[in-house]
């Protein structure tokens, strides 16, 4: 996401209309995601689970507004102790002011794992669009990310005890995501800041017959991060993830330990690494 001052050259009663529209729709956003998992709740069976997750990202940046963002996923089960998912993400990203587009390509594998276990590891190509947008508000800076993702599953079959493949399927989402974040210590940006995190994303199903209902998952999180060095992010938190099978009934309640490596290599830092003739 861009460091960059929000709602560039648009006017004063623009913005402050919009951000408003912002606020209702993050509040909004909580309040419709807990009913649902109240709903489903008490529709279906649930378990509680408890798993770690580990993620690294960088933010490469090739022109004045274009990065590759490359991402590996690395999730265990059961603590760290059993495999769960792993995926490696390339999205390209263009950044103007405090707005944001990208376009990516996923691969993921996700392992039986679990009290609700698949019959085999299925693979996942996933394609995305995405739009993001900050903004201050008051000591805390706002980021919201709306990503609508296109989804082919392997599917499988157990016959004559033995589980075959029967293809792809294609499973629509879309996700909103809002996030605050607020400065604790040090200076933005720079070697020994420490920042707190807040934020929640909710996700919902479309276009998959076999699933009932339309609700996929949310994940309210909390995160403290600290910079090393100017370019490098630690973040370290707690996440509840709540996830609705392929059932449509069945839920997990995932409590999960999350840990992120981000760095960010501006492309004004690799001119003057690169030596002079």
Not at 250 to 264: I, Q
Request: aromatic share 14%; glycine share 8%; net charge positive.
């Amino acid at each position: 996401m861009p460091d960059e001052p929000p709602m560039t050259g648009l006017p004063i009663f623009v913005a402050k209309s919009f951000m408003q529209q912002l606020r209702r729709a993050s509040i909004l956003c909580w309040l419709l995601s807990i009913g649902a998992a109240s709903v489903h709740a008490a529709d279906g069976r649930s378990v509680q689970q408890f798993n770690g997750w580990g993620m690294a990202q960088a933010q490469v940046q090739v022109t004045k507004r274009w990065w590759v963002v490359p991402e590996l996923q690395w999730r265990r089960y059961s603590g760290f102790s059993l495999p769960l998912q792993e995926a490696f993400l390339f999205p390209l990203e263009y950044r103007a002011g405090a707005w944001s587009l990208q376009a990516g390509y996923a691969r993921w594998y996700t392992h039986p794992y679990g009290a609700f276990r698949t019959l085999a590891t299925q693979a996942e190509n996933r394609t995305w669009l995405q739009a993001g947008y900050q903004h201050p508000l008051g000591r805390f800076r706002m980021d919201h990310r709306f990503r609508l993702e296109q989804r082919f599953l392997e599917r499988y079959a157990l016959e004559s005890g033995e589980v075959g493949p029967l293809g792809y399927r294609y499973v629509g989402r879309a996700r909103y995501r809002v996030r605050a974040m607020a400065l604790l210590h040090g200076a933005a940006g720079k070697a020994g800041e420490w920042q707190a995190f807040l934020q929640q994303e909710v996700m919902v199903r479309y276009g998959d017959a076999s699933f009932r209902g339309a609700f996929d998952q949310m994940r309210p999180a909390f995160h403290l991060g600290f910079r090393p060095v100017d370019d490098l992010q630690l973040t370290a938190g707690y996440q509840l993830q709540y996830l609705v099978r392929n059932n449509g009934s069945d839920a997990e309640w995932n409590h999960t330990f999350m840990v992120g490596v981000f760095w960010r290599l501006p492309l004004a830092e690799r001119r003057t690494q690169q030596p002079t003739s």
